[in-house]
């Protein structure tokens, strides 16, 4: 568990997926373009009852995300997260979707939370009062908070395709094992174009 984490970091921060572009001097790069994030459909006994979310994009790679949400309940500690997304090639839909991926942690997942260069840490170190354990029940918000959606491509690896809508559930598990939270993100992927740094 503790190696996989230390790959994921590192991973963030040193790759950068590049293809050969056609011309001396530049590449291409596939890029997350984050579409939506709401809480997860259909799941009852969340602690977090409501959550509105707003992405923009400020330049190629980074988004602005303004969020508000309300937890029912506390938590003292999270037992797992469970991290699941499937690819689509065409509008969502049974028909159109890949057999979903999905990676489970159990280890550590508060620390988890806070950890460097993973995609969810510049939202959850921007929210207001700070969401880490323990967590309280009540209201938090973010607003204004910037990230690279380029980390987030280390999760999804090879299993990230061009020209294909991504749908990513990430859910918290509380001391109890009951669902704490879920946030849904559905995303595309785009191809640009970018200048090799000489």
């Given at each position: 568990m503790h190696q996989y984490l230390l790959r994921l970091v590192?991973?963030?921060?040193?790759?950068?997926?590049r293809a050969n572009g056609k011309r001396p001097g530049h590449y291409t790069e596939?890029?997350?373009?984050?579409?939506?994030?709401?809480?997860?459909?259909?799941?009852?006994?969340?602690?977090?009852?409501?959550?509105?979310?707003?992405?923009?994009?400020?330049?190629?790679?980074?988004?602005?995300m303004d969020i508000d949400a309300v937890f029912s309940r506390p938590a003292s500690q999270l037992k797992r997260l469970c991290v699941w997304k499937k690819a689509c090639s065409e509008a969502v839909s049974s028909n159109t979707c890949s057999h979903p991926m999905?990676?489970?942690?159990?280890?550590?997942?508060?620390?988890?939370?806070t950890l460097p260069h993973m995609p969810w840490?510049?939202?959850?170190?921007?929210?207001?009062?700070?969401?880490?354990?323990?967590?309280?029940?009540?209201?938090?918000?973010?607003?204004?908070?910037?990230?690279?959606?380029?980390?987030?491509?280390?999760?999804?690896?090879?299993?990230?395709?061009?020209?294909?809508?991504h749908v990513v559930k990430g859910t918290l598990f509380d001391q109890d094992n009951r669902p704490f939270a879920c946030l849904q993100v559905t995303a595309d992927i785009i191809r640009i174009k970018k200048k090799a740094d000489n």
């Open positions: 590192l991973i963030a921060i040193t790759v950068s997926h596939l890029v997350i373009r984050p579409l939506s994030a709401e809480r997860c459909p259909g799941l009852q006994d969340l602690a977090l009852t409501w959550a509105n979310a707003s992405l923009r994009m400020a330049g190629r790679t980074h988004v602005v999905e990676w489970n942690f159990s280890s550590n997942v508060c620390r988890m939370l840490t510049p939202i959850l170190q921007s929210m207001q009062p700070s969401l880490k354990c323990p967590i309280e029940s009540g209201n938090y918000s973010g607003h204004n908070i910037a990230f690279d959606t380029s980390i987030a491509k280390v999760f999804g690896g090879e299993s990230i395709r061009e020209g294909y809508v």
